[in-house]
């Protein structure tokens, strides 16, 4: 097959440039030792890009301008070559509509309340005065670049001031979620495969430092597998086979996600991940 990989803008990588650059080389090697002629651009060359030749087109871009360009300059197609695709990469970009995608698919997530400048769109529980503090915000204009993107609220007075920063800033869309203590789980896998990895979030690299909000894991017991099913489900509504996502475990093994995101940097397990994200690929 003709391959094309599609690389991620330092912007959308921060504090992990290296790894998502580590991973997407290492699909490439992987596809290329198979026998597949692999061509990689940066997202910055996607929009005016020829995508005839080629017979998949694997991508870790982000850039939401550039996407919406291809998506909309592109036939059916074109665009079926896409892995992830065009489509579920945007949703991605917008955790209000991870979030609600969720609630559709009837996946475990914490009780949430989605908001567009000062006026409520949806709230999970019906009545918006069920959601307070502690909760989180999170920008859902886009992917989360920096660390004021996604606040920790323990009190009001601390939702009234990350609320009136992220208006400063012009943010549209937005999404407070209801803090759950538990273990904080990050979690790896390829739908359509039997891959599936997790690790505690303490054990690995921090994007923004958010994870010690949850503290040292107590070890409380899960069904991984249960995980891996909920994560998939929303994989294929979204046509997002290569994920990534955080999870949150109660001490009675009840489980909740709590975040899913588009080809991560699988940092924790690149080798393995990288042979099941070229087979995906060439499904």
Same mark, same amino acid.
């Given at each position: 097959?003709?391959?094309?990989?599609?690389?991620?803008?330092?912007m959308?990588?921060?504090?992990?440039?290296?790894n998502?650059?580590?991973?997407?080389?290492?699909?490439?090697?992987?596809?290329?030792?198979q026998?597949?002629?692999?061509?990689t651009?940066?997202?910055?060359?996607?929009?005016?890009f020829?995508?005839t030749p080629?017979?998949?087109v694997?991508?870790?871009?982000?850039?939401?301008?550039?996407l919406?360009s291809?998506?909309?300059?592109?036939?059916?197609?074109?665009?079926?070559?896409?892995?992830?695709?065009?489509?579920?990469?945007?949703?991605?970009?917008?955790?209000?509509?991870?979030?609600a995608?969720m609630?559709?698919?009837?996946?475990?997530?914490?009780?949430?309340? #989605?908001?567009e !400048?000062? @006026?409520?769109? &949806?709230?999970?529980?019906?009545n918006?005065n069920?959601?307070?503090?502690?909760? *989180? +915000?999170?920008?859902?204009?886009?992917?989360?670049?920096?660390?004021?993107?996604?606040?920790?609220?323990?009190?009001?007075?601390?939702?009234?001031?990350?609320?009136?920063?992220?208006?400063?800033?012009?943010v549209?869309l937005?999404?407070?979620?209801?803090?759950l203590q538990?273990?904080?789980?990050?979690?790896?896998?390829?739908?359509?495969?039997?891959?599936?990895?997790?690790?505690?979030?303490?054990?690995?690299?921090?994007?923004?430092?958010?994870?010690?909000?949850?503290?040292?894991?107590?070890?409380?017991?899960?069904?991984?597998?249960?995980?891996?099913y909920?994560?998939?489900? #929303?994989?294929? !509504?979204? @046509?997002?086979? &290569?994920?990534?996502?955080?999870?949150?475990?109660?001490?009675?093994g009840?489980? *909740? +996600?709590?975040?899913?995101?588009?080809?991560?940097?699988?940092?924790i397990?690149?080798?393995?991940?990288?042979k099941?994200?070229?087979?995906r690929?060439i499904?």
């Open positions: 097959m003709n391959i094309l990989g599609i690389s991620r803008g330092l959308f990588s921060p504090n992990l440039a290296g998502d650059a580590a991973i997407f080389m290492a699909v490439s090697d992987e596809l290329s030792a026998g597949h002629i692999v061509q651009i940066h997202e910055d060359e996607m929009v005016a020829d995508y080629y017979d998949r694997f991508t870790m871009a982000r850039d939401i301008f550039a919406v291809l998506e909309q300059s592109t036939d059916e197609d074109t665009q079926a070559k896409f892995i992830n695709s065009i489509r579920g990469i945007l949703t991605c970009t917008n955790k209000a509509a991870v979030a995608d609630m559709e698919s009837g996946i475990p997530q914490p009780e949430f309340m #989605i908001g !400048k000062r @006026n409520i769109l &949806i709230c999970s529980t019906g918006k069920d959601i307070c503090p502690p909760v *989180w +915000l999170k920008n859902c204009d886009g992917s989360a670049t920096c660390a004021n993107d996604i606040v920790f609220c323990p009190t009001k007075k601390d939702f009234d001031t990350a609320f009136q920063k992220l208006e400063k800033r012009n549209n937005w999404i407070v979620q209801k803090h538990g273990d904080l789980v990050k979690f790896y896998g390829v739908e359509g495969t039997d891959f599936f990895h997790w690790n505690y979030a303490s054990r690995g690299h921090s994007k923004f430092g958010l994870e010690k909000v949850n503290g040292k894991e107590k070890g409380f017991s899960f069904d991984a597998k249960r995980i891996k909920y994560a998939d489900l #929303i994989a294929k !509504k979204i @046509n997002v086979p &290569i994920y990534g996502g955080d999870v949150i475990i109660g001490e009675d009840q489980f *909740w +996600l709590i975040d899913f995101n588009d080809f991560p940097s699988f940092s397990c690149t080798e393995e991940a990288a099941y994200i070229a087979k690929i499904q």
